[in-house]
């Protein structure tokens, strides 16, 4: 708003000089009471038929012009967004949130699709740097070229937040105008644990002693995967319950993959899957299908969670066809990311250990499905 301020009474201050014809007062201010208006008749006699007093409605309505003209421009800056693949279905949840936040406050925003091609989001980058945009926003094809991602931000002086995808802190301390903004995984697999130990026999569902169930994993070499498979085991194990894994196999976030593990893994292990963990909801929805195909039932004869609260797996929760799953709040993540982005483009910059800003999940049940939808 300071911007828009300047930049109105700029465009005002030109508008009433070119009304009044006065070539030399630089110095005076445009908010100058009509008062004052006699020094500068004195100076410039003949400009006498341009009354003081009606300087000040002129320039008032310059500013008007001239802030509207501001916000036509918006906020003045070009952002550039790199989302690691456009069809996965919480990452365009998030897409759109971010576009709505950025172009309502008036950014021009541009996204691309990286495809889940890391080369091509590198290249993106490199274009975006080249187009000189104001910041970028990043969602990493992979944590792994982190270090890569965050030498050519930094060697092009643009600040950057990182979002979905965590580096580690000593890779993200490389640079002091970046910073990460989104959840902490462990918290959200801890989450799934907390929902099977929620249930009547905490996921016992044939009372051998043990829970015996099967993972199927986002992308391992991601750090959300790698804590979601973890930790919702761990909360089991550290409240006590033992466990036996029978099966972990990767379905790279995808529902079709989730799906084929699912009905692998249900002709081979039959009843003793008890719990089936997923590091997505998408993947969760393809195993739901896989369950249903197989003549299984959610909460009756086994368990099934997921993560991120998608609109189609909040209506399986309402349903009673999953267990639960875990709210990833692409909302409050998007506004997150936007709010540091400001910050950076402010003059803003983090210390290394304090550049991640961490939104919390929620656990989602068939009792608060409802406040979700």
């Given amino acids: 708003m300071k911007l828009r301020k300047v930049l109105a009474i700029a465009m005002a201050s030109m508008m ?18 009509a008062e004052e208006a006699p020094a ?21 309505a310059a500013a008007e012009d001239a802030d509207a003209a501001a916000d036509a421009a918006g906020a003045g800056g070009n952002i550039g967004v ?29 996204f691309m699709d990286g495809k889940n091609d890391q080369a091509e989001q ?10 000189k945009v104001d910041a970028l926003i990043i969602n990493p094809v992979m944590t792994s070229a982190a270090d890569q991602i965050i030498a050519t931000v930094k060697d092009a002086g643009v600040p950057t937040v990182l979002i979905n995808r965590e580096p580690t802190a000593d890779q993200m301390s490389a640079y002091d105008k970046l910073v990460y903004v989104g959840c902490d995984a462990r918290q959200s697999g801890t989450m799934q644990g907390e929902l099977i130990l929620d249930t009547p026999n905490k996921g016992d569902i044939n009372g051998d002693g043990k829970v015996s169930y099967i993972m199927i994993q986002g992308d391992p070499e991601n750090v959300d995967a790698q804590y979601r498979t973890e930790f919702s085991v761990k ?24 799906q084929e593990i699912a009905q692998n893994d249900l002709a081979k292990f039959g009843e003793d899957i008890e719990v ?26 086994i368990y099934l969670v997921g993560v991120d609260a998608l609109d ?22 998007a506004e997150g990311a936007v ?31 409802a406040d979700f939808q």
Wanted: net charge negative.
């Fill in 16 to 33: 009433v000089f070119g009304l009044t014809a006065c070539g030399g007062n630089d110095a005076a201010p445009a908010e100058a009471p």
């Fill in 276 to 301: 089936i963990f997923c590091n997505n909801d998408d993947m969760a929805i393809g195993a739901l299908q896989a369950i249903q195909a197989a003549g299984r039932k959610v909460n009756e004869d």
């Fill in 40 to 60: 500068e008749e004195e100076a410039a006699p003949a400009e006498e038929e341009a009354p003081a007093e009606e300087a000040a409605p002129a320039e008032e």
């Fill in 312 to 333: 189609a797996a909040l209506n399986e929760v309402a349903a009673g066809n999953m267990t639960g799953t875990v709210l990833n709040d692409a909302q409050g993540q």
């Fill in 82 to 110: 790199c989302i690691y693949k456009f069809d996965d279905a919480f990452m365009t949840t998030y897409r759109n949130a971010l576009q709505e936040i950025l172009e309502g406050k008036g950014y021009t925003v541009t």
């Fill in 339 to 369: 709010q540091a982005m400001e910050d950076l483009l402010g003059g803003k910059t983090y210390a290394a250990g304090e550049q991640s800003i961490y939104v919390d999940y929620v656990k989602v049940t068939p009792d608060n499905v």
């Fill in 235 to 258: 909360a089991l194990t550290d409240a006590g319950i033992e466990v036996e894994e029978l099966d972990l196999q990767r379905g790279d976030w995808d529902r079709n993959k989730g």
């Fill in 122 to 131: 590198n290249n993106q980058i490199n274009n975006f740097i080249a187009q």
